[in-house]
T-cell receptor, first 116, second 112 residues
Framework: NAGVMQNPRHLVRRRGQEARLRCSPM?????VYWYRQLPEEGLKFMVY????????ESGMPKERFSAEFPKEGPSILRIQQVVRGDSAAYFC??????????????FGPGTRLTVL | LAKTTQPISMDSYEGQEVNITCSHN???????ITWYQQFPSQGPRFIIQ???TKVTNEVASLFIPADRKSSTLSLPRVSLSDTAVYYC?????????????FGKGTRLSVIA
């Protein structure tokens, strides 16, 4: 069973461009979470999605950021008009519908976004 | 969500036992204590979870005193590959699938 997959692993964008980050959850997992990590900091929650629904987006900036998890295909985190402050590692995690260890989320390797 | 406090960093020599203590004075009745490990340039991974007393698995042990206001992650005989950041998280079991709240964690450096 493949783990959580994220691509690209590294992404370089110039200010004002769009960044699109993809996450494929583990097989059988329908819950996806996106987190952002700045250097020397812990991960900060951004958004929680289930298939075709946003459950909690309380950690997402109100502007320029959006996320989706369509019925088919990976979850996408989209950042429009990127600024230097968006440079960070973005991690995706997934968890199963029910069962398993409480609070166990399975993390992908992350996408490191650099804004020039 | 209960706030957690951990040391920023720790150093240890290979082969030693390492104990990382986390304070969570405001822990609620339904809260479980969970530890994650993050290697450089990787996402975190779950290592252990407990509610009270002691939990042990192939990776670590977790000690939780009766008042549950703190917990100690114990790593036996660490090796260089245990160098990582260790996060202590506290959350409500009844909330189901909920976002994780990470602090800054404890950066463990294992020295040869």
């Amino acid at each position: 069973n493949a783990g959580v997959m994220q691509n690209p692993r590294h992404l370089v964008r110039r200010r004002g461009q769009e960044a699109r980050l993809r996450c494929s959850p583990m097989k059988g997992h329908s819950h996806v979470y996106w987190y952002r990590q700045l250097p020397e900091e812990g991960l900060k929650f951004m958004v929680y999605l289930q298939k075709e629904n946003i459950i909690d987006e309380s950690g997402m900036p109100k502007e320029r950021f959006s996320a989706e998890f369509p019925k088919e295909g990976p979850s996408i985190l989209r950042i429009q008009q990127v600024v230097r402050g968006d440079s960070a590692a973005y991690f995706c995690a997934s968890s199963p519908v029910a069962g398993g260890i409480y609070n166990e989320q399975f993390f992908g390797p992350g996408t490191r976004l650099t804004v020039l | 969500l209960a706030k957690t406090t951990q040391p920023i960093s720790m150093d240890s020599y290979e082969g030693q036992e390492v104990n990382i203590t986390c304070s969570h004075n405001n822990i609620a009745t339904n809260d479980y204590i969970t530890w994650y490990q993050q290697f450089p340039s990787q996402g975190p991974r779950f290592i252990i979870q407990g509610y009270k007393t002691k939990v042990t698995n192939e990776v670590a042990s977790l000690f939780i005193p009766a008042d549950r206001k703190s917990s100690t992650l114990s790593l036996p005989r660490v090796s260089l590959s245990d160098t990582a950041v260790y996060y202590c998280l506290v959350g409500d079991q009844d909330s189901g699938n909920t976002p994780l709240v990470f602090g800054k964690g404890t950066r463990l450096s294992v020295i040869a």
